[in-house]
Nanobody, 120 residues
Framework: QVQLVESGGGLVQAGGSLRLSCAASGSIFSINTMGWYRQAPGKQRELVADITSGGGTNYADSVKGRFTISRDDAKNTGYLQMNSLKREDTAVYYC??????????????WGQGTQVTVSS
């Protein structure tokens, strides 16, 4: 009924940029907080950044000043602009969204993940 689809991952050289997108579809009344997480091999999944419905943002210290999270509620889509990428940013990136559906339904959804690989 509700799903998230991510796109925009890939291979990039250190210092380069990528933009991830997360499109929500289905019976959506509104999207509350949207976030991006990442998981590198052998490590736990960690929060990269999130953004509230009011536009408030929160970033992991490791990405502050390099990554920017944004959202377009008209398109039910969130974005993560990643600049000055480093090798340690290599991971699978997951979108997460807290979604209010119709009839008071609520969903906490995860995307399928998109691989970001930063080469030296």
């Amino acid at each position: 009924q509700v799903q998230l689809v991510e796109s925009g991952g890939g291979l990039v050289q250190a210092g380069g940029s990528l933009r991830l997108s997360c499109a929500a579809s289905g019976s959506i009344f509104s999207i509350n907080t949207m976030g991006w997480y990442r998981q590198a091999p052998g490590k736990q999944r960690e929060l990269v950044a999130d953004i509230t419905s009011g536009g408030g943002t929160n970033y992991a210290d490791s990405v502050k000043g390099r990554f920017t999270i944004s959202r377009d509620d008209a398109k039910n889509t969130g974005y993560l602009q990643m600049n000055s990428l480093k090798r340690e940013d290599t991971a699978v990136y997951y979108c997460n969204a807290d979604i209010s559906g119709y009839l008071n339904r609520r969903y906490v959804m995860w995307g399928q993940g998109t691989q970001v690989t930063v080469s030296s």
